[in-house]
């Protein structure tokens, strides 16, 4: 085999892998183990030479991965035939190396939205009124000048992602809402709607000639989405039109510089003709591949590979009708699915794929990603494929129920004052019945897993409902608003803050927003914010991406370096790399953490991304502040007691044994913190350590500290925190004027044991009886299984107490765990 047949191959679906092999080739390939599950990439590593794992988030990864899998294999040419999010830097460095089939300018013109438009105006192509923007945030005024209705999009999202029809300014907020829930803040174009049925070409190109395949149909949900829900091919169209539609795209393609390989150009047929909607450097999706295959015999996938190696690959006339209609149900949880078996027995059906069984979520159809399933057939022509279709989808029966909207309460028992009416999301039943002491009306979304009968009760209104998504929150929030209206919108707990504060945005709330809450939950973002704003407390900090950015990181900024997930709480998957002889086992912990997800302690948390962080060495303190209108007001410095050995905090003390340099420098630093993220109002959770180099932020949440530092501050400074965050919304308590003086201390220490299997929990009643204990939470219980200790989630429970002063606090919590509570484990003698 020459070196002109050795391929690297960039996300490449599998049946291309297999026909580049049939085609003569040799494929290395490229995926992220994110995108696909094991079995599929155990097929693409089966027919490769290897199978290589990157994540795609990581450019610089991906982008040195390619350079040196291409250097090392000696390869001819590197495709990348997946979504366009990566095609660019992966075509850049092809390029630098000379195996690139296509010169990344003409990836670039036909994938991102906004140079499409820019090259078709300058070509005199295409001609529609288009407005490119930075973000989201400049449609609102640039649409006063352009009129409604117009059709804004992403400029470089793709399957219809982010694609609406607004007709007002409250069409365009919720759009705006939908990018931002999606983490879009990139640039957007403003277009012209054009009215007419739309059509996709597909194309093939070798040595800068192009030549078209056919012209497929589409069928897409009624404005404002756009959601594809079929294709047919060949598209039924009048030869003088196929060939209008056709020139226009062959002029495109020119005009780009595209050379060789796939595009797929999308086409609407206006009273002006046709007008380029967009076009990407891929094959078609949605099947289309197999529909060209079921009307003409061609084969469009492996004809890429003949063109690669010098062979002629021609279409042939369509003789039959290829089809794909997309199922649409009811959103909601699956009871039964019943009729799959006999869409599958339909002699004409070629294809079917409904993924959902009994107790999965059903989503709503926003976007191509959220489409339900999908059957694909061949019929003698467009006719009978419509009516094919149609029978097959009628057979296909789902019955779903819908809990993620379920109003449990949905008429209130008193009439609701909006000016006293709470939006809270996702709480207890203590924190309600807080704010209805406080006079006030509380309308609550909980989630199904949290949700209990006496949440209900003590709410005047109450939703079922998966407070965590913006999608479902917001339709009932829009919804409360107009019929009961409410003032504030709350959530005390980590996984409900970014979406009160989208909520607070959405109605122009005040308290804190989404922005801040969601510096604070990212906490790759608050570090590159922090070094940017206030770069005296922050650490070096990088995304991690690939094994070998351990290696990396750690030559750079020494060990050793703690790596944690982006997004979670509670210790969850920290570790702490102490030198290069640690990464591999990190390393493997990482990639567990990513397959298996959060294992314990709630399903409201999702793993997602990792970070890699200068390790802060020092003790390590917590500080409970309280923010009133931008003025931030230190209540209490809280002392870590830690065990360097793992990332489980074993309790705090209050308040903190310091001295009054570092008090200073620890609530100055605070204040910095809470100022560079944005915080204006209610409370603060902000952990430190004071290193050798001063206070260092090591992350915050706009929330009250957890295990039990609440009550521990109630009992050393008589400030309710809870209180202060239901009263100050609605300016039911006076601010703070000053950092309060503590009369008492406190100490919560977490319960541990060894690993093993509970046998008995001895102790508890006789525990809560003593005069200085505030409370004892025990989660074990006989038969619980304890794991070495981790994180937080590995404690067995807490014990809080209170005492005259913070040393007293500490020896007398130690001492009752220790003599007054047993945690007997299986093998143990009973006592």
């Known amino acids: 085999m020459t070196a002109e047949h050795r391929i690297l191959m960039v996300m490449p679906y599998r049946q291309l892998v297999e026909k580049a092999v049939a085609a003569g080739f040799r494929v290395w390939s490229i995926w992220d183990p994110e995108l696909q599950s094991r079995d599929y990439l155990r097929d693409v590593a089966a027919h490769s030479a290897e199978l290589l794992l990157c994540d795609f988030d990581d450019e610089a990864g991906l982008r040195r991965l390619v350079r040196e899998t291409a250097l090392a294999h000696d390869v001819a040419h590197v495709l990348h035939l997946g979504r366009e999010t990566t095609m660019l830097p992966v075509a850049e460095e092809a390029h630098a190396l000379g195996l690139a089939p296509n010169p990344p300018q003409a990836v670039r013109r036909l994938n991102d939205k906004a140079a499409l438009r820019e090259l078709l105006a300058g070509h005199g192509l295409s001609p529609v009124r288009c407005v490119a923007l930075d973000s989201p945030a400049q449609a609102a005024a640039a649409l006063a000048e352009f009129g409604y209705p117009a059709v804004v999009k992403p400029a470089g999202l793709a399957g219809s992602t982010g694609v609406r029809l607004v007709q007002d300014r409250g069409e365009l907020d919720r759009w705006a809402a939908q990018l931002a829930a999606l983490g879009h803040d990139g640039p957007v174009l403003v277009e012209e709607y054009l009215r007419g049925p739309e059509y996709s070409v597909e194309t093939l190109s070798a040595g800068g000639r192009h030549q078209v395949v056919g012209i497929t149909a589409k069928r897409t949900t009624p404005a404002p989405l756009f959601v594809e829900t079929g294709q047919l091919f060949p598209a039924p169209l009048p030869s003088g039109t196929a060939a209008a539609v056709e020139k226009e795209v062959l002029a495109l393609l020119d005009a780009a510089g595209h050379r060789f390989g796939p595009a797929h150009t999308e086409v609407?047929?206006?009273?002006?003709?046709?007008?380029?909607?967009?076009?990407?450097?891929?094959?078609?999706?949605?099947?289309?591949?197999?529909?060209?295959?079921?009307a003409t015999g061609f084969d469009i996938?492996?004809?890429?590979?003949?063109?690669?190696?010098?062979?002629?690959?021609?279409?042939?006339?369509?003789?039959?009708?290829?089809?794909?209609?997309?199922?649409?149900?009811?959103?909601?949880?699956?009871?039964?699915?019943?009729?799959?078996?006999?869409?599958?027995?339909?002699?004409?059906?070629?294809?079917?794929?409904?993924?959902?069984?009994?107790?999965?979520?059903?989503?709503?159809?926003?976007?191509?990603?959220?489409?339900?399933?999908?059957?694909?057939?061949?019929?003698?022509?467009?006719?009978?494929?419509?009516?094919?279709?149609?029978?097959?989808?009628?057979?296909?029966?789902?019955?779903?129920?819908?809990?993620?909207?379920?109003?449990?309460?949905?008429?209130?028992?008193?009439?609701?004052?909006?000016?006293?009416?709470?939006?809270?999301?996702?709480?207890?039943?203590?924190?309600?019945?807080?704010?209805?002491?406080?006079?006030?009306?509380?309308?609550?979304?909980?989630?199904?897993?949290?949700?209990?009968?006496?949440?209900?009760?003590?709410?005047?209104?109450?939703?079922?409902?998966?407070?965590?998504?913006?999608?479902?929150?917001?339709?009932?929030?829009?919804?409360a608003h107009e019929v009961w209206g409410f003032t504030a919108s709350l959530s005390l707990t980590e996984p409900g803050l970014e979406i009160a504060g989208r909520v607070n945005d959405l109605f122009g709330l005040g308290g804190t927003g989404y922005e801040p809450a969601r510096l604070l939950r990212d906490k790759l973002a608050m570090r590159r914010h922090l070094a940017a704003g206030a770069p005296r407390f922050a650490v070096a900090a990088e995304p991690l991406g690939d094994r070998a950015s351990l290696d990396a990181f750690g030559a750079a900024h020494g060990h050793p370096f703690v790596v944690k997930p982006v997004d979670l709480t509670a210790g969850f998957g920290v570790l702490l790399v102490r030198g290069p002889e640690d990464a591999d086992t990190a390393w493997e912990r990482i990639t567990a953490v990513r397959e298996e997800g959060v294992d314990r302690g709630t399903t409201l948390y999702r793993v997602t991304d990792f970070l890699m962080e200068e390790y802060i060495p020092g003790p390590e303190f917590s500080v409970e502040s309280f923010s009133f209108d931008g003025r931030h007001v230190v209540v209490a410095l809280t002392e870590k007691l830690v065990d360097e050995t793992h990332f489980a905090e074993l309790g705090h003390a209050v308040p903190a044994r310091l001295t009054a340099d570092d008090e200073r420098q620890l609530t100055e630093a605070t204040a910095a913190f809470l100022d560079a993220v944005g915080i204006q109002d209610g409370p603060a959770h902000t952990e430190l350590r004071l290193s050798p180099r001063g206070p260092l932020v090591i992350e915050g949440h706009n929330r009250n500290g957890g295990g039990h530092i609440q009550e521990l501050v109630a009992a050393a400074y008589g400030i309710d925190l809870v209180h202060y965050s239901l009263a100050w919304p609605f300016r039911l308590v006076e601010p703070l004027a000053e950092r309060p003086r503590p009369t008492a201390a406190g100490c919560a220490r977490g319960i541990l044991a060894r690993p093993g299997r509970v046998a008995a929990v001895e102790g508890v009643e006789e525990l809560r009886l003593h005069p200085a204990v505030l409370a004892v939470d025990i989660a074990a219980r006989p038969g619980s299984v304890v794991r070495e200790t981790r994180d937080n989630w590995d404690r067995l429970g807490m014990v809080a107490v209170t005492a005259p002063d913070t040393d007293e606090a500490v020896r007398l919590c130690e001492e009752l765990v220790a003599t007054r509570l047993t945690v007997r484990m299986e093998g143990d003698a009973a006592r």
């Open 268 to 294: 609407i047929l206006t009273d002006d003709g046709p007008r380029i909607v967009e076009s990407q450097a891929r094959l078609g999706g949605d099947r289309i591949p197999a529909l060209i295959r079921i």
């Open 301 to 479: 996938e492996a004809a890429l590979f003949d063109l690669l190696a010098g062979r002629a690959a021609a279409p042939g006339p369509a003789v039959r009708s290829g089809a794909i209609r997309f199922f649409q149900f009811e959103p909601g949880t699956v009871e039964s699915v019943d009729g799959l078996d006999a869409v599958r027995a339909l002699p004409y059906v070629e294809e079917v794929s409904f993924r959902f069984a009994p107790g999965d979520e059903l989503p709503a159809t926003v976007h191509s990603a959220s489409r339900h399933g999908y059957v694909v057939l061949e019929a003698d022509d467009a006719e009978q494929a419509d009516r094919r279709a149609g029978e097959a989808a009628a057979l296909l029966r789902v019955r779903t129920r819908a809990p993620l909207v379920n109003a449990v309460t949905a008429a209130p028992r008193e009439p609701m004052v909006p000016e006293r009416t709470l939006l809270l999301l996702g709480h207890a039943a203590e924190p309600i019945r807080r704010a209805k002491a406080l006079g006030l009306n509380v309308i609550l979304i909980q989630h199904k897993d949290k949700f209990t009968p006496e949440q209900a009760r003590l709410a005047d209104v109450t939703f079922v409902a998966d407070f965590t998504d913006w999608s479902v929150v917001e339709p009932l929030a829009r919804a």
